[in-house]
């Protein structure tokens, strides 16, 4: 009996909070196998943070109302979900438990800041970090956002590529990450718009990607909103 007031009270004040779990469905078109995961920033846990999901196929991750935090998918992992090629979060096991993807990885990023129906949500692609797999996010309602370029192997700067095991890349790195300076992470001196300028590999992925984010200080109309209460549609390959 206490237990079922207790679901009761708290249905009850989501209610009135108008704070309501969405489902983000995460579709494979990859011809390989993927591990998507999610990282939270803030908020409530999501239903999981790590699965594995086989080629052309799909799975739900439940976010609550007033999630914000990104997902991505990791690629070539061991049977356990461990030991990644790419986007490795180091827990040990097939869920992240908290840690996030080692870059290059391509981001998806989700702010959902509850609130009644008049209140935005946000969502973008960020390569900030680097380059993964190509991506797409599809809100019921609102506008799709995607970067499904080959990056890897037709875009990349030579000097960013990271090659694979059997031939071909496996993902790209930001300049950001492979110098770490100031002026391509737009820190220190040049932490500031009109302070950071993009960089090569910025330029060449904002042409192929315009979607996306492409360093710290991009054009902020990558950053997409659609009415609280959407659910999500993110597709990588």
């Not at 330029?203 to 200080?217: H, N, R």
């Amino acid at each position: 009996m206490a237990f079922k007031i207790l679901f009761h009270a708290l249905f009850l004040s989501f209610f009135v909070l108008g704070i309501h779990a969405i489902t983000v469905k995460v579709r494979n078109n990859c011809n390989e196998k993927i591990w998507p995961a999610t990282l939270t920033s803030s908020g409530g846990a999501p239903s999981t943070t790590g699965f594995e999901l086989a080629s052309k196929a799909e799975g739900n991750i439940e976010l609550p109302g007033d999630w914000s935090g990104r997902i991505w998918a990791r690629t070539g992992c061991s049977g356990a979900g461990t030991g990644c090629a790419t986007g490795e979060c180091g827990s040990g096991s097939v869920t992240c438990n908290g840690n996030g993807g080692v870059p290059p990885v391509s981001l998806v990023e989700i702010t959902l800041p509850g609130g009644d129906s008049k209140t935005q949500n946000f969502y973008d692609i960020s390569l900030v970090d680097g380059f993964n797999l190509p991506v797409k996010v599809s809100p019921d309602g609102c506008r799709s956002i995607s970067c499904q370029a080959d990056i890897n192997n037709q875009v990349c700067p030579a000097d960013l590529r990271v090659p694979g095991p059997n031939g071909g890349n496996i993902a790209c790195k930001s300049a950001c990450l492979q110098t770490n300076s100031d002026s391509d992470c737009c820190k220190g001196a040049f932490n500031s718009p009109d302070k950071c300028s993009p960089s090569e590999y910025s330029k060449v992925v904002k042409q192929a990607c315009p979607d996306a984010y492409s360093y710290a200080y991009d054009d902020r109309t990558s950053t997409a909103t659609c009415p609280t209460g959407a659910n999500y549609l993110v597709e990588f390959c």
